[in-house]
T-cell receptor
């Protein structure tokens, strides 16, 4: 067990809908990262938050947004969902700002299916 | 831009034998880290081994070792005495200092099967 908790584990929804994915980092970790894993794009970095502030941004669509709350849990909001948004969404956490030597601990992911 | 390439979509190994998974990368950075992650059917990404680019000595973790060739930008993973539990997707990844520090760049993965 990595200590990173993601809910829900599975989510099925329809096109055009909006969903929220939740992540609780390991105790003491200040950074939260979101990754998307899909068959065609592979694993892609979406966004990082450090202690409540956006730290780095990757290939995140404008329809997607995230935030990190004072208790350090994070939520990824996906809106106007399309079929192509179906993917496994991972959350990871690390102890500080995300220097390369920091270990990332991954959650088990949320499998999103858009029908 | 950084890229990571895994040229073997699938590999197979007999139990107790040795297998090597290939990875090449491209970066203009001088300081970076390289990683191998394992993703079993449970889906969770598990760090197998990591290598600091400034270190010439190859990293080892029990049955797992890497062959890091910095000039060739090659970072292969060797699994010795393969076990059934090693069956999984293996991803090579890189990460560098500066810029988007949280940005792990992953390869497409290699699916490893272990035959009893």
């Amino acid at each position: 067990d990595s200590g990173v908790t993601q809910t829900p584990k599975h989510l099925i929804t329809a096109t055009g809908q909006r969903v929220t994915l939740r992540c609780s980092p390991r105790s003491g970790d200040l950074s939260v990262y979101w990754y998307q894993q899909s068959l065609d794009q592979g694993l892609q970095f979406l966004i990082q938050y450090y202690n409540g502030e956006e730290r780095a941004k990757g290939n995140i669509l404008e329809r997607f947004s995230a935030q990190q709350f004072p208790d350090l849990h994070s939520e990824l909001n996906l809106s106007s969902l399309e079929l192509g948004d179906s993917a496994l969404y991972f959350c990871a956490s690390s102890v500080a700002q995300g220097a390369p030597q920091e270990k990332l601990f991954f959650g088990s992911g949320t499998q999103l299916s858009v029908l | 831009a950084q890229t990571v390439t895994q040229s073997q979509p699938e590999m197979s190994v007999q139990e107790a034998e040795t297998v090597t998974l290939s990875c090449t990368y491209d970066t203009s950075e001088s300081d970076y880290y390289l990683f191998w992650y394992k993703q079993p059917p449970s889906r969770q990404m598990i760090l197998v081994i990591r290598q600091e680019a400034y270190k010439q000595q190859n990293a080892t973790e029990n049955r797992f070792s890497v062959n890091f060739q910095k000039a060739a930008k090659s970072f292969s993973l060797k699994i010795s005495d393969s076990q059934l539990g090693d069956a999984a997707m293996y991803f090579c990844a890189s990460k560098h200092y500066g810029g988007s520090q949280g940005n792990l760049i992953f390869g497409k993965g290699t699916k490893l099967s272990v035959k009893p």
